[in-house]
């Protein structure tokens, strides 16, 4: 089983996906069924904070004591960890007055599995996340510090749920580094503002510890996904730059009429998913020197979808001021709709030679008015606009030496 879950993890498809969760399910089943065997049970306490129910073993509203095959009045708290749900469990872990309450070969047993099958969980393809586990292990840890600190200084009015709540603090910011955030959480689920001060401290002690060793954990998963991610600030040595320094690579463009198997051969040998539009035009007359000029920005997934309906013309000369030709009918208002051409693959179009050479009005589908930089832009300043104007494109245009009044 491990052997085929490692290899559904090299495998990439939807079949391979599934029988991964299934096998992490599987595991996570056998230890939350199998591990509270290990546990010896315990002798109920005397109170358990709700005299109108009946005492240990619990049902009901506060399931934490659990009768896991144990005689009667007592109860296995391996068991009331893992088969409560995680609310429950940390409302368990986190309440006062349960000095003793769990062992300390269960928490130790019950921390190292949670830990471990977070990080297997973490990752594959289910809706699941790292937030409550880590407030369960974290919980769960300082419960056992709590516990060590009793056994070393002995029995003192220090009670083992604030211990865990500051653990849990722990976890949280030394993982997610989140300060703020995490101590309104936090003082939400105690409502007890005299704690303020030890989870402040707690939670600024962990974030410097993990920023002393790497990133966050939803950073470093970032990394590891190779997923494409703009810093909230730019590099230092962006500002030394222009935005003409950052282009790389000959510039690919279609004229406003563009062959057909021009276009096709551009999509199959890039990756890009916008591209501009020029087209020349005389200079007013005055001479036979033909002027670029710059149309707009046309995307892929509408090359696409032209390419697909086979929106032709049979002759460059006819502008898109005219009326064209064309094998089908499609209305420009379908390219604009969100998500058109997004499924749509350059492979799946086959066209024969006669279509080939043809001719597509690119004008109808041109976005004319693109966000541009001029090249001698601050690198940093280009950064900054892309970054927070969410932008997919930004064209960088060439300083025009002419002035218009």
């Known amino acids: 089983m491990i052997v085929w879950w490692f290899y559904c993890c090299i495998r990439k498809g939807n079949c391979a996906k599934i029988a991964q969760a299934i096998v992490v399910a599987l595991i996570t089943s056998v230890c939350s069924f199998g591990l509270p065997w290990l546990a010896t049970c315990q002798p109920c306490p005397t109170t358990i904070g709700f005299p109108d129910e009946p005492k240990c073993p619990t049902h009901g509203r506060t399931p934490n004591f659990k009768a896991f095959h144990c005689p009667a009045n007592t109860y296995n708290d391996l068991a009331g960890l893992f088969f409560n749900t995680n609310d429950d469990t940390i409302r368990n872990l986190f309440s006062k007055g349960t000095n003793g309450e769990f062992a300390f070969s269960s928490l130790l047993i019950y921390l ?9 969980t973490y990752g594959i393809a289910v809706p699941s996340g790292l937030f409550v586990p880590a407030i369960l292990c974290g919980a769960t840890y300082g419960r056992i510090m709590g516990m060590a600190m009793r056994i070393i ?12 709540l500051l653990g849990a603090a722990s976890f949280l910011g030394g993982s997610m580094r989140m300060t703020v955030s995490l101590c309104i959480i936090l003082l939400e689920l105690t409502n007890n503002l005299s704690l303020l001060p030890l989870i402040m401290l707690v939670l600024l002690v962990s974030k410097t510890v993990g920023d002393g060793f790497n990133d966050a954990v939803y950073q470093l998963h970032v990394q590891i996904k190779n997923i494409p991610f703009l810093e909230e600030h730019p590099l230092s040595f962006m500002q030394h730059l222009t935005a003409r320094d950052a282009i790389t690579g000959p510039l690919v463009w279609f004229s406003g009429i563009e062959r057909v198997g021009t276009i096709l051969e551009v999509l199959c040998s890039t990756k890009h998913n916008g591209f501009p539009v020029i087209d020349n035009t005389f200079n007013d007359g005055k001479d036979e020197r033909q002027q670029p000029i710059f149309c707009g920005l046309v995307l892929r997934s509408h090359l696409l979808v032209l390419l697909k309906k086979k929106q032709f013309i049979e002759n460059r000369d006819w502008g898109h001021n005219n009326l064209p030709q064309v094998h089908g009918c499609l209305s420009s208002a379908e390219f604009a709709k969100p998500g058109s051409g997004k499924g749509v693959k350059i492979h799946d179009i086959h066209l024969d030679i006669g279509e080939e050479e043809m001719f597509l009005d690119l004008h109808p589908i041109t976005n004319t008015s693109p966000y541009t930089v001029v090249e001698t832009m601050s690198l940093a300043k280009a950064y900054i606009l892309f970054r927070q104007l969410g932008l997919r494109h930004l064209c960088v245009m060439p300083k025009s030496s002419e002035v218009y009044i």
């Open 112 to 120: 190292v599995t949670a830990y471990s099958l977070a990080l297997l």
């Open 153 to 164: 200084y002995g029995p003192s009015s220090m009670d083992e749920g604030i211990y865990a």
